[in-house]
């Protein structure tokens, strides 16, 4: 008798791989190269439809990733904790602008625009100009998206 069910992982797991993963520019195939696990299974999981992968699967996932079990896991907080920026433009619903669902890819774009705003030196000194470069081609993206979905 499996006990499977019993392991199921929370949804936010696999959106959190598949961040972590493409943070890294890893492909799927590039990740079976570093962890034996098959493209198909990572997306699954990526995908929330995989709920119960083993310990020593979700183990090398992380080392080919080089982040913590810890930080693959941390589940969102519904308490007054704090939650952490991920949490918050990734794993929750929202809208933007006029209603505007926030779409997966949406929710990444604004994520990367906060990051490479955050990262970011705008202080001074030539690497003001890459990182000014760098949220405008963001800011971009986003407005791309958006436009996409009201079109």
């Known amino acids: 008798m499996s006990n499977k069910g019993n392991r199921a992982i929370h949804p936010s797991i696999g959106?959190?791989?598949?961040?972590?993963r493409e943070q890294k520019g890893y492909s799927l195939k590039r990740m079976e190269e570093l962890t034996r696990i098959s493209p198909a299974y990572i997306m699954r999981i990526e995908k929330g439809e995989r709920r119960a992968p083993s310990l020593p699967i979700l183990e090398r996932l992380c080392e080919a990733l080089d982040v913590s079990?810890?930080?693959?896991t941390q589940l969102p907080t519904t308490t007054n904790e704090q939650t952490t920026l991920?949490?918050?433009l990734i794993l929750h619903d929202y809208t933007i602008g006029d209603n505007i669902p926030a779409t997966p890819e949406i929710k990444e774009a604004i994520f990367a625009l906060v990051q490479a705003v955050i990262e970011s030196d705008l202080s001074g000194g030539d690497d003001q100009y890459k990182g000014a470069?760098?949220?405008i081609e963001l800011a971009?993206?986003?407005?791309?998206?958006?436009k996409r979905l009201l079109h």
């Open 15 to 20: 959106k959190r791989l598949r961040h972590y």
């Open 86 to 88: 991920f949490d918050l």
């Open 69 to 72: 079990l810890f930080d693959l």
């Open 140 to 146: 971009k993206r986003l407005i791309n998206l958006v």
């Open 133 to 135: 470069f760098r949220i």
